[in-house]
């Protein structure tokens, strides 16, 4: 590994009213490494890149490329200057086709004039797919396309033109475990070629995988840089946090009661003769591999996806949601994958985040209770440790934890029997995390019913007390979760029985 630096940024500086989100950062990346940057949620990484992409102005600092000070004041400057940007936002353009979205900010090719020759940039964008081992609709809207193409879309424009750094910030978070492999096949060739690449990421097993050093931020500022031979995901944590935690996961605080919600035969065009019970206080866990239709068995008992045939009860009476009011108002909660698309109102405050579900209890008239929204958005805000200074601000401004406990502090005001979990974790750095399990744990100790889906496995095992596993829409097995290890759920997971 070369140790000449690609990139070297000194004394960066960045401060928002009331908060330092950088300061002082000074951090080197060589040519020809991987480098992973990690650190909770306001650590100040994504703000670090957003300067660097010449999103964001910085309050003071300096940038080097090659030993040679650069300036960096829009997009041009970051992308002329060689560097490459992967954000953890995708920001497609929904009805632009793949290649118009790769290419998006660029020059196309011509041909008579005005015209866009497609031809050519059809072969353009060829050549990207064909570096990245992949392959998706070129010419359909990225709309139609499926959240693993909509993100491989996203990686494919990193590429549209030759970079010397490249930022990769959660890059995998949508992938498959195929694409993922991918992906970091990529990463290995450009590093084979000399280019750097700067990986982002909460998920730090794949972190200690691809990288050849890790620099870690907490508050603003960097509090270690070393070898990734050096480190282990105990001292990445601590490193991270600034404090062992005793446990991934807290300990569970009570013990399943009666059954709540039985669910028989179900099927539709996505899920087939399911059947499975869960108990008032458990933790159920749903097992299986992206797209074994896991999302669509919670959606199904949310009432937001059509059953063709099947029963379902709720404390012993027929559970029939022709639509999530119906299942809300039976006290049937889920709390989607993508909380920004289908969690929040990121335009909206704090206050009306949490209260959204809940108006009809919080008015009188007709007219809403203002002083009931407020006193009962701050409760149910202390009970899932929500981070705020105030909830006036729009929930944009929020970290990725403390926006994923605004939606469950939504959920708490709701009270839930069932509480459906689809991907809580997403997105969370690891302090937030261990948080957001223990409000999951709190509320079954008080009786809710939870149903967990999760693409990390540890996070099901660490959480459940019987799993449930789906492959290809049909249910495989039903296990105790003391009867199944790592090796054992990935067997489950691809429908293969042990010996």
């Not at 060689?82 to 998006?104: C, P």
């Not at 070898?227 to 013990?255: A, Q, V, W």
């Not at 605004?406 to 997403?426: C, G, H, I, N, R």
């Amino acid at each position: 590994m070369s140790e000449k630096q690609a990139l070297r940024i000194e004394n960066l500086k960045k401060s928002y009213p009331g908060v330092k989100a950088l300061k002082g950062v000074n951090v080197s990346f060589n040519e020809g490494e991987v480098h992973g940057l990690i650190g909770e949620n306001g650590a100040g990484k994504s703000t670090l890149i957003k300067i660097l992409a010449g999103i964001v102005k910085a309050d003071t600092g300096s940038f080097f490329i090659r030993d040679e000070e650069i300036t960096i004041r829009s997009s041009k400057d970051s992308s002329s200057n060689g560097l490459s940007f992967i954000h953890q936002e995708l920001n497609l353009v929904t009805y632009f086709n793949a290649m118009e979205n790769i290419f998006l900010g660029h020059s196309y090719p011509r041909r008579f004039g005005p015209l866009v020759d497609w031809k050519a940039l059809k072969k353009r964008t060829q050549k990207i797919t064909d570096t990245l081992q992949v392959s998706f609709p070129l010419d359909r809207p990225v709309s139609y396309l499926s959240a693993v193409d909509r993100a491989m879309v996203a990686i494919a424009r990193a590429f549209a033109v030759d970079g010397n750094v490249y930022f990769m910030d959660e890059p995998a978070t949508a992938l498959t475990d195929i694409e993922k492999e991918k992906l970091f096949s990529v990463i290995k060739n450009l590093k084979a070629q000399g280019k750097t690449v700067v990986y982002v990421s909460h998920n730090l097993d794949d972190v200690l995988q691809i990288t050849d050093r890790i620099t870690v931020m907490r508050d603003g500022a960097v509090v270690e840089c070393k070898k990734t031979s050096e480190m282990t995901k105990d001292t990445l944590i601590s490193s991270m946090i600034g404090k062992d935690l005793e446990s991934s996961f807290p300990k569970r605080l009570g013990s399943p009661a009666e059954t709540l919600l039985s669910v028989s035969h179900l099927s539709n065009s996505h899920i087939r003769d399911l059947s499975f019970s869960l108990r008032a206080g458990e933790i159920l866990g749903i097992g299986g591999l992206v797209g074994s239709g896991r999302t669509e068995l919670l959606e199904s008992i949310f009432g937001s996806r059509a059953l063709f045939s099947g029963e379902m009860l709720l404390e012993g009476d027929s559970y029939k949601p022709s639509s999530p009011k119906d299942a809300i108002a039976s006290g049937v909660v889920l709390v989607p994958e993508e909380r920004r698309k289908q969690g929040l109102v990121m335009s909206r405050s704090i206050f009306e985040n949490i209260s959204m579900m809940s108006l009809a209890d919080l008015s009188h008239g007709g007219l809403l209770d203002h002083q009931a929204i407020k006193e009962r958005s701050h409760e149910a805000g202390d009970k899932v440790r929500l981070k705020s200074a105030d909830y006036r601000n729009h929930v944009g401004t929020l970290s990725g934890g403390n926006q994923q406990k605004v939606v469950f502090a939504k959920t708490v005001l709701q009270q839930p029997k069932v509480l459906m979990l689809d991907e809580p974790s997403k997105g969370v750095d690891v302090g937030a995390r261990f948080e957001i399990y223990s409000i999951i744990q709190e509320l079954a100790a008080s009786g809710t019913g939870v149903i967990i889906v999760s693409s990390d496995f540890n996070e099901v095992l660490g959480l459940a007390d019987r799993i449930v596993f789906i492959k290809d829409g049909y249910q495989t097995f039903e296990k105790e979760n003391s009867d199944i290890d790592q090796e054992s759920y990935l067997n489950y997971c691809y429908g293969r029985e042990l010996s």
